[in-house]
């Protein structure tokens, strides 16, 4: 069968081949590939979970009264932003949301089929477009590194025929802050809702976390997910909140669907969601992390920038390295670390390396060990002159 949708190969998988460098070190490889947390939720979280007793019913679409009190707590206690309780619905992790709603809001406005993503970001932004037939559309970056978003210059066409714009701030993978105030004036002068993709608010190295909510909620919707704040990827557990309109449209689409979030999640997310210490304790580990690993890839000769939030260091990579994939292979092969080429992020974003500070210090200790051993990357040796150390 021609003419179909062919699905791409997942980013991820096309990691093989340095995979099997980085797996030629002692010690093994240090996966820095994916955004996937390492460290161990809290035991009061994880109790939570075991002993509901919500397993036997089927929970409620939106999510339970307890946890929609909790998230809209969140909201007021870390951004000062109030939602009002019918404004506010769960989702099955944050992924399925990002990749859904263009599916679902085409049928609310058929008319419209344009989804605008920023252009260096988190692939299922553009993806979600696919699968709903609508057509994706990058907004250029503000930035030199491929960060923020430069609404002037979206062709009045394409504003005329969006969908809803995506934002994520702090930014996957740059790492750099959009500025939200300016995003949802853009979406309500356009009547073009604007989603805020806020998964790492809590993770914000310049000044406060920040919300799009804090600008009020007509016409623009937050997103948020425990995976990254808590270290629950895999409970799969986040919410949306903010227009009224939206998020009812939304939630009742859902239901009908049958997306739910299992009963046991939503009330360990109630518990996490209560509770900011054991993300303070986070905070401080990827803090050490970003500042141990970008010491280490700057003595390598390959310096980044610390950033604005997230946890993911946005390498460029330095002459002679002709683009991101090829300093991924010397590091694969020289560190034994498995990293992100920038092409998994966009086509503006070829010249660079992700680098997500996800394992534990012991692990990112190798990877120093292994560089400094090595010496510099850039030099008069290429990368392939340099054989794992063993």
Not at 126 to 140: F, I
Not at 276 to 282: L, N, P, S
Request: aromatic share 8%; charged share 20%; net charge negative.
């Amino acid at each position: 069968m021609t003419g179909g949708f062919e699905p791409p190969p997942y980013p991820y998988h096309r990691l093989g081949a340095l995979a099997e460098l980085a797996g030629a070190h002692a010690g093994g490889p240090v996966d820095c590939s994916v955004g996937t947390p390492c460290d161990p939720p809290a035991p009061f979280v994880v109790a939570a979970m075991a002993g509901s007793g919500t397993e036997r019913g089927y929970p409620e679409s939106a999510g339970s009264a307890a946890l929609r009190d909790a998230a809209r707590a969140f909201l007021q206690r870390r951004f000062g932003a109030l939602v009002e309780p019918d404004s506010l619905s769960a989702c099955v992790g944050t992924k399925e949301f990002v990749a859904s709603v263009p599916q679902y809001l085409h049928l609310r406005r058929p008319e419209r089929d344009v989804v605008l993503f920023p252009a260096v970001s988190y692939p299922t932004y553009a993806m979600g477009a696919l699968l709903a037939g609508c057509r994706p559309v990058a907004v250029p970056p503000s930035g030199p590194d491929g960060g923020g978003l430069a609404l002037e210059r979206i062709d009045p066409a394409d504003a005329a025929a969006a969908l809803l714009l995506w934002v994520n701030s702090p930014s996957n993978p740059t790492g750099s802050l959009s500025d939200l105030e300016a995003a949802a004036d853009w979406g309500r002068r356009r009547g073009v809702p604007v989603f805020s993709d806020e998964c790492y608010s809590e993770f914000t190295w310049s000044g406060r976390p920040r919300s799009i909510l804090e600008h009020g909620s007509e016409g623009v919707v937050a997103v948020h997910s425990l995976s990254k704040r808590s270290n629950l990827a895999g409970v799969r557990a986040g919410f949306y909140a903010g227009d009224t309109e939206l998020v009812r449209f939304l939630t009742e689409v859902r239901r009908h669907a049958g997306l739910m979030v299992p009963g046991p999640i939503q009330a360990a997310a109630v518990a996490a969601l209560g509770d900011d210490a054991h993300v303070e304790t986070q905070r401080a580990r990827y803090s050490e992390r970003l500042a141990f690993l970008a010491e280490a890839l700057a003595r390598a000769g390959c310096p980044a920038p610390a950033p604005e939030g997230g946890f993911y260091l946005w390498v460029p990579a330095p002459a002679p390295f002709a683009n991101g994939w090829d300093l991924a292979e010397a590091l694969a092969r020289t560190g034994g670390m498995l990293t992100s080429p920038g092409d998994f992020y966009g086509t503006e974003s070829p010249g660079y390396v992700r680098v997500a500070v996800v394992q534990p210090m012991a692990r990112l200790a190798l990877v120093g060990e292994r560089l400094e051993a090595a010496g510099p990357l850039v030099g008069d040796t290429t990368p392939e002159d340099r054989a794992p150390a063993r």
